[in-house]
C-alpha cells in the first residue's frame, strides 16, 4: 500500500506562484506519479505527470510552460511547481500514483491518491 499526503496549496494573486508537495510513504518503489485538479461543477483533470526515475514528464497544454513537476526518490516527494497562475487554476489539486515504469495522463489508471490540497487565485 502507498499513503500520499498533498499540501502546499493555498490563495494567491494572478500571476503567482506556488509549490505543491506530495509526500508518499509505503511501498515507494517504481512509482509514477501525477496530479490532477477538480474545480467546482467540473469532472477532474489532468495535470502533469512524471515517471518514476524523473526521466519522462507530460503535462496538460493548460499548464504548459507555466508547470513544473519534480520529483526527490531520497524524501519520497514529488512537487509541482506552479507559476504565472491564473483565476481558471483555481481547483483542489490531488497527487496520485501508480506502479510501472510509464506514466499516464488519466486518473483510471492511478491507484492511491493524497486527500488534496486547495488552489484558490484571485484575478
Known amino acids: 500500500q502507498v499513503q500520499l499526503v498533498d499540501s502546499g496549496g493555498g490563495l494567491v494573486q494572478a500571476g503567482g506562484s506556488l509549490r505543491a508537495s506530495c509526500a508518499a510513504s509505503?511501498?515507494?518503489?517504481?512509482?509514477?506519479m501525477g496530479w490532477f485538479r477538480q474545480a467546482p461543477g467540473k469532472e477532474r483533470e489532468f495535470v502533469a505527470a512524471?515517471?518514476?526515475?524523473?526521466?519522462?514528464?507530460a503535462y496538460a497544454d493548460s499548464v504548459k510552460g507555466r508547470f513544473t513537476i519534480s520529483r526527490d526518490n531520497a524524501k519520497n516527494t514529488v512537487y509541482l511547481q506552479m507559476n504565472s497562475l491564473k483565476p481558471e487554476d483555481t481547483a483542489v489539486y490531488y497527487c496520485?500514483?501508480?506502479?510501472?515504469?510509464?506514466?499516464?495522463?488519466?486518473?483510471?489508471?492511478?491507484?492511491?491518491w493524497g486527500e488534496g490540497t486547495q488552489v484558490t487565485v484571485s484575478s
Open positions: 496520485a500514483a501508480g506502479r510501472g515504469t510509464s506514466y499516464y495522463t488519466v486518473p483510471g489508471k492511478y491507484d492511491y
Open positions: 509505503g511501498r515507494t518503489f517504481f512509482l509514477y
Open positions: 512524471i515517471t518514476w526515475n524523473g526521466g519522462g514528464t
